[in-house]
């Protein structure tokens, strides 16, 4: 058997995971440890016992709390940054400079200052650094753009996003053991409901149409849930062709209801996504025939999840970086549009929409 931390066996790509909380133990690590061409050689946490934890999944693994000594591991070629947004930027330039690919959790960072530091350090260190927008792989979605681009739906008039979560104060990811919310922390996380959910929307309009939103306006919403940011969003937008987007985000969304949408509605039919959003394989995707009304199923890969799909993408890539579709200076350039869409303010920070409301009564 090959041993897996062997840094001369270069037919698998050896990955540090950095941050082993809930997107990483749940959705990185299922899609590492299921590829052939993948393996894990180190775990870093500021929690050592998390990365341990997480560690003794991959054979050969070791578990760090120091980023430097992690990222030193021998056979470490790519790190995936899965800790809170605040902490993104010290982790993917500790990445960067010693010299692995950097796949980072959305968003790139909780502030535009992190985030154009992150994308600088990796700039500078010259690696192959992606934001881990998954849903871009997403079997389902990867259909549609490849649809869009033959034309099947015309003159693609817009693009409708929704993509929501029940997320109150207290909550915890499945096997928290910590109860940390930071999501809801505006310093941590950087905003709400919209900083956490529109990149995703954001990154996939571009991805599906080959072209990005390039005006855009937020409302943001707190309604349900007692906290310092936004519990729903809604962001509206255009592309330079007149595309007109719409993506909506929540956390105050119950989980019974339907909360993972997009339609993508064109001149000769409608193609219409659900519970594809998200981090698992599956879901459905059907074509509306404009002609007739009438709906179809469309095919797709329902055994590929999107973290699969992208730990796949990253790995070709890394033979040949300069291929890689969405260099980070176009996602930095969306998380401008982002804050932007929101006119005065960053987002968390905002004026309490019913204490304005109050102080205008007043
Ligand atoms: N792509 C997706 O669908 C998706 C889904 C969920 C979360 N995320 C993103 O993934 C990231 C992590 O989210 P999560 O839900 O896994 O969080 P989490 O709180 O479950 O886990 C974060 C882990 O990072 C560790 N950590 C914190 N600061 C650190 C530091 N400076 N150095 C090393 N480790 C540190 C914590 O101890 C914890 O184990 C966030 O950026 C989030 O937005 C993406």
Known sequence: MTDPRDPADDATTGWVIAGAGWVARDHMAP???????????????????????????????????????????????????ATPNHAHREV??????AGLAVLCEKPLAATLDDAAALVQACEEAGVLAATAFDQRFHPAHRRTAELLAEGALGTVTSVRIVYGCWLPPG??????????NWRVDPVRAGGGAYVDLAPHGLDLVGALLGEDVEVATTHLQRRVHDYA????????GSTPSGVLVSIANSFNTVETLPRRRLEVVGTRGQLVAQNTMGQTAGGTLELIDAATGESSPVGFDTATSPFAAQVRAVEEALADPARWPFPLARDLRLLHLLHAALGAGVPGTRPDPALTAQEARA
């Open 92 to 97: 993917a330039a500790a990445a960067a400079a």
């Open 229 to 236: 940011v936004d519990d729903g969003s809604v962001l509206v």
């Open 31 to 81: 899609a590492l440890a299921a590829s052939p061409t993948s393996r894990v050689v180190a775990v870093v946490d500021r929690d050592l016992g998390a990365a341990r934890a997480l560690a003794q999944r991959f054979p050969g693994a070791v578990a760090h709390d120091d980023l430097a000594t992690a990222f030193r591991e021998p056979g470490a070629r790519a790190a995936y940054v």
């Open 171 to 180: 909550w915890a990811p499945p096997g928290s053991t910590t109860g940390d």
